[in-house]
């Protein structure tokens, strides 16, 4: 398998390109805009031909790059079910398996940062985690009808019941930080360590952070894929 993981120091977020080697198929997770032109060139070096551009959810922080790719490459933009979008060639479902050649990614539903949210298992050894799991830390749930209760079932009923072993690939680090471990991160993440539901909704509820940027840009243009 071929793995990269993909910064956009802006935004400080990460994408990922996930590729066959044998079918030279690809597929991209959380694609950002401004990297396009980056993207593409890592396809073309690869010889790859991109297949899909998937999203964890519907960000506020960076504009996707789904539609721009779709325009150049013909790829399918996937987003995960119920996400408010009008442009989507498909909406993936809980523990739904998208393939490529030998590689198997599985979503794993993980609302709570936003009302519509996936994970997603990658050969059983990986899992990105989109925002609801950061390495020692998580997504904010205060707007985009996050809710911290169901965060933390998400976080403890459907990742954390991973094996240990299994990487945790976030959607963001804003600290240089690139990949944990789901038993890692049981054991060491502030947010769930040693806390029950009620503690953690009182954590979420007063980290009293500022709106992102570009979120009032954002959210619009990724409910239409990412179309400027
Ligand atoms: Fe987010």
């Known amino acids: 398998m071929i793995f990269r993981q993909l910064f956009d120091r802006e935004s400080s977020t990460y994408s990922y390109l996930i590729a066959d080697p044998d079918t030279k198929t690809a597929i991209l997770v959380d694609s950002v805009l401004e990297q396009v032109e980056h993207e593409l060139k890592l396809l073309e070096e690869l010889n790859l031909t991109l297949k899909f551009c998937l999203e964890t959810h519907i960000h506020a922080d960076h504009i996707t790059g789904t539609d721009k790719l779709r325009q150049l490459t013909g790829c399918e933009g996937i987003v995960p079910t119920n996400a408010a979008v009008n442009c989507a060639d498909s909406f993936i479902q809980d523990r739904e398996i998208i393939k490529l050649g030998n590689i198997e990614i599985q979503a794993i539903e993980t609302k709570g940062h936003t009302d519509s949210h996936m994970a997603y298992l990658v050969n059983q050894d990986r899992v990105l985690t989109g925002d609801a799991l950061l390495i020692r830390g998580c997504g904010r749930t205060d707007f985009q009808n996050g809710d911290a209760g169901q965060l933390y079932d998400s976080v403890t009923n459907r990742l954390f019941t991973l094996a240990d072993h299994i990487l945790v690939y976030p959607a963001h680090d804003y600290h240089g930080r690139t990949v944990s471990t789901i038993g890692e991160e ?17 954590l979420m ?5 500022s709106y992102p940027r570009k979120m009032m840009e954002a959210v619009p243009a990724n409910q239409g894929c990412g179309k400027v």
Request: charged share 35%; glycine share 0%; hydrophobic share 30%.
């Open 205 to 209: 509820s007063n980290l009293d952070l």
């Open 186 to 202: 049981k054991h060491l993440n502030p947010r769930f360590k040693a806390r029950d539901r009620q503690s953690f909704i009182e």
